[in-house]
Nanobody
Framework: QVQLVESGGGLVQPGGSLRLSCATS????????MGWFRQAPGKEREFVSG????????YYADSVKGRFTISRDNAKNTVYLQMNSLKPEDTAVYYC?????????????????WGQGTQVTVSS
């Protein structure tokens, strides 16, 4: 069992930055691929970014490419999402997720564990 706890969300002005963190329990964090998803009000949850177990491979949705950066620290059992140049359309609840096998970065069904989410609001 893996527990995921997101943090770092909040209110930020357009053009600002936030860094989300996702801390995980368990000693097998380094064996999981990780992903970030988001869900805006009235919309379905969508893929944001994913990172392989060793950090060698990263993936991004077109809408965040060049603005967001995913990274992980396996020694700290934590995955991060650095979000720059934030836009109002980035407003959403952001979730991290862990995939133990058969990982397909943008497909939610390939993730085994999910966090509770952290709210990000981009507004002036």
């Amino acid at each position: 069992q893996v527990q995921l706890v997101e943090s770092g969300g909040g209110l930020v002005q357009p053009g600002g930055s936030l860094r989300l963190s996702c801390a995980t329990s368990g000693r097998t964090f380094s064996s999981y691929a990780m992903g970030w998803f988001r869900q805006a009000p009235g919309k379905e949850r969508e893929f944001v970014s994913g990172i392989s177990w060793n950090g060698d491979n990263t993936y991004y949705a077109d809408s965040v490419k060049g603005r967001f950066t995913i990274s992980r620290d396996n020694a700290k059992n934590t995955v991060y999402l650095q979000m720059n140049s934030l836009k109002p359309e980035d407003t959403a609840v952001y979730y991290c997720a862990a995939s133990g096998s058969s990982w397909s970065p943008s497909h939610q069904i390939s993730y085994d564990y999910w966090g509770q989410g952290t709210q990000v609001t981009v507004s002036s």
